[in-house]
């Protein structure tokens, strides 16, 4: 998909829930024909991403209102570290995605949990300076940290990424995104790892064949709803209010 007006290119997302078995399955069968991304390494890594809401809780609502267009902002790192850091905006329309992204420093990343928010404006980045107007006029605020492991897979035609993440959990506690202490809670069903197929223009018909659309769950389920919906007692009253109702009942 082409957006012509801004040149944003589009790519295709397709999620699945799979079990563990089925994911040794794939690999098995992926490893004649894709290769595994050489940045991560045998076992892949670990992605952590602080996720941010505007006042009305847009991203979140707006995935469960089912609006076709929508966008979220986070900031991701890789195994803890410090050597790269991104705030990123993903835009989805349907099942395409497009994504942007700004490196940012640790100091940066600090100064923004702070509500110190100036520097933005004056960034070279656009993504930065619009980040800057949700904070200020949308009060854009961290939420929910997601972590996970991820394997990705890629084949150069038509620039295919397949990842497996598992262990998904909710990060609670705190929103230093460093600190690799932190407790976390798990969202996903034992045993159940989530696919994501990614590809620009095409999908080989080699790589359609390893699906085994008959062996999977697709879902639009995020990492990020799950996420924020097992964390969401740390926020307001909800878990009170449902408390008193069962009693009322």
Same mark, same amino acid.
């Given at each position: 998909m082409w957006n012509k007006k801004s040149k944003e290119r589009f790519r295709n997302e397709w999620k699945y829930l799979i079990s563990t078995s089925e994911k040794e399955l794939l690999?098995?069968?992926?490893?004649?024909?894709?290769?595994?991304? /050489?940045? @991560?390494?045998?076992?892949?890594?670990?992605?952590?991403?602080?996720?941010?809401?505007?006042?009305?809780?847009?991203?979140?609502?707006?995935?469960?209102?089912? *609006?076709?267009?929508?966008?979220?902002?986070?900031?991701?790192?890789?195994?803890?570290?410090?050597?790269? *850091?991104?705030?990123?905006?993903?835009?989805?329309f349907g099942s395409y995605i497009y994504k942007e992204s700004a490196p940012l420093t640790k100091e940066e990343f600090y100064k923004i949990l702070n509500g110190e928010y100036e520097f933005l404006l004056t960034s070279k980045y656009p993504l930065c300076r619009e980040f800057y107007v949700e904070c200020i006029g949308n009060v854009m605020r961290p939420r929910t940290?997601?972590?996970?492991?991820?394997?990705?897979?890629?084949?150069?035609?038509?620039?295919?990424? *397949?990842?497996?993440?598992?262990?998904?959990?909710? @990060?609670?506690?705190?929103?230093?995104?460093?600190?690799?202490?932190? /407790?976390?809670? /798990?969202?996903?069903?034992?045993?159940?790892?989530?696919?994501?197929?990614?590809?620009?223009?095409?999908? /080989?018909? *080699?790589v359609r064949n390893l699906l085994l659309p008959n062996a999977q769950e697709f879902t639009a389920v995020s990492k990020y709803v799950l996420c924020y919906e097992k964390s969401r007692y740390l926020h307001g009253f909800e878990y009170w209010n449902e408390t008193q109702e069962r009693k009322i009942l």
């Amino acid at each position: 998909m082409w957006n012509k007006k801004s040149k944003e290119r589009f790519r295709n997302e397709w999620k699945y829930l799979i079990s563990t078995s089925e994911k040794e399955l794939l690999e098995m069968r992926m490893r004649h024909i894709l290769k595994k991304d /050489p940045h @991560a390494g045998e076992n892949g890594y670990t992605i952590r991403s602080l996720y941010f809401e505007d006042y009305f809780n847009s991203a979140y609502e707006e995935k469960e209102a089912g *609006i076709l267009m929508r966008k979220k902002y986070r900031i991701r790192i890789y195994n803890y570290s410090d050597r790269s *850091i991104k705030l990123e905006r993903k835009k989805k329309f349907g099942s395409y995605i497009y994504k942007e992204s700004a490196p940012l420093t640790k100091e940066e990343f600090y100064k923004i949990l702070n509500g110190e928010y100036e520097f933005l404006l004056t960034s070279k980045y656009p993504l930065c300076r619009e980040f800057y107007v949700e904070c200020i006029g949308n009060v854009m605020r961290p939420r929910t940290i997601v972590d996970y492991e991820r394997v990705p897979w890629i084949m150069d035609e038509g620039t295919v990424r *397949i990842t497996f993440d598992s262990d998904v959990r909710a @990060a609670v506690g705190g929103y230093d995104i460093f600190d690799s202490t932190l /407790p976390t809670l /798990p969202v996903l069903e034992q045993g159940k790892t989530v696919m994501e197929v990614k590809f620009t223009e095409m999908l /080989p018909q *080699i790589v359609r064949n390893l699906l085994l659309p008959n062996a999977q769950e697709f879902t639009a389920v995020s990492k990020y709803v799950l996420c924020y919906e097992k964390s969401r007692y740390l926020h307001g009253f909800e878990y009170w209010n449902e408390t008193q109702e069962r009693k009322i009942l």
